[in-house]
């Protein structure tokens, strides 16, 4: 079945580095999202992207989704202690008995140093 | 409005027994998603209700099931319970599970299997 692999697991920075997180695909995906738990939280949605190459921007936050539609990644400029969290990418297949399911990927646990 | 809400917070059970797991979704959303998150680990698909009917899978024995009612609320019910499936269980609704949709949590019940 599909599988959605994250990396880094756990990454530590100190306040103002720079942080990014990968995502890969077994899989070709319809689109991916990207959510983020705060220790003791639940997961919040951040973005979905759905075209091939597709770059959003929220704030300090730069989302990719490949070429391939099979990766993508996170990048955080100049991490702040409010980004401190489990960021999660999930993809979705396009059809077949996939279809309407999620895969999450495992996280990566960011924790930032003041 | 009122976001997706989840009953109990907490569950203490013990070996053998059941468990029965409930999720309000957003008004307007017609599909539940629920997953387990082990500790320190990702989200695993359990299982997707859309308008009353399973839609999707995810690789878990029988003895977790569910339902989902008329007004799209769900139940998650989980048999014969085992030391393993102590978890946070995290229920998830969206509109009609297409594959561009996004989920929404609630903040998840906490089962704990003594």
């Known amino acids: 079945g599909q599988q959605v692999m994250q990396i880094p697991q756990y990454q530590h920075v100190q306040e103002g580095e720079d942080f990014t997180t990968y995502c890969n695909s077994s899989?070709?995906?319809?689109?991916i999202q990207w959510y983020k738990q705060r220790p003791g939280g639940h997961p919040v949605f951040l973005i979905q992207?759905?075209?091939?190459?597709e770059v959003k921007k929220q704030k300090r936050l730069t989302f990719q989704f490949g070429e391939a539609k099979k990766n993508s990644s996170l990048h955080i400029t100049a991490t702040q202690t409010t980004d401190v969290g489990t960021y999660f990418c999930?993809?979705?297949?396009?059809?077949?008995?996939?279809?309407?399911?999620?895969?999450f990927g495992q996280g990566t646990i960011l924790t930032v140093h003041p | 409005e009122a976001g997706v809400t989840q009953s109990p917070t907490h569950l203490i059970k013990t070996r053998g027994q059941q468990a029965t797991l409930r999720c309000s979704p957003i008004?307007?959303?017609?599909?539940v998603y629920w997953y387990q998150q082990a500790l320190g680990l990702g989200l695993q698909f359990l299982l997707w209700?859309?308008?009353?009917?399973?839609?999707n899978r995810g690789n878990f024995p029988p003895r977790f099931s569910g339902r989902q009612f008329p007004n799209y609320s769900s139940e998650l019910n989980v048999n014969a319970l085992e030391l393993e499936d102590s978890a946070l269980y995290l229920c998830?609704?969206?509109?009609?599970?297409?594959?561009?949709?996004?989920?929404?949590f609630g903040a998840g019940t906490r089962l704990s299997v003594l």
């Open positions: 998830a609704s969206s509109f009609r599970g297409m594959a561009k949709n996004i989920q929404y």
């Open positions: 899989t070709t995906l319809s689109n």
């Open positions: 992207l759905v075209k091939s190459g």
């Open positions: 999930a993809g979705r297949a396009g059809g077949g008995t996939s279809y309407g399911k999620l895969t």
């Open positions: 008004s307007g959303h017609t599909s």
């Open positions: 209700y859309d308008e009353g009917e399973e839609r």
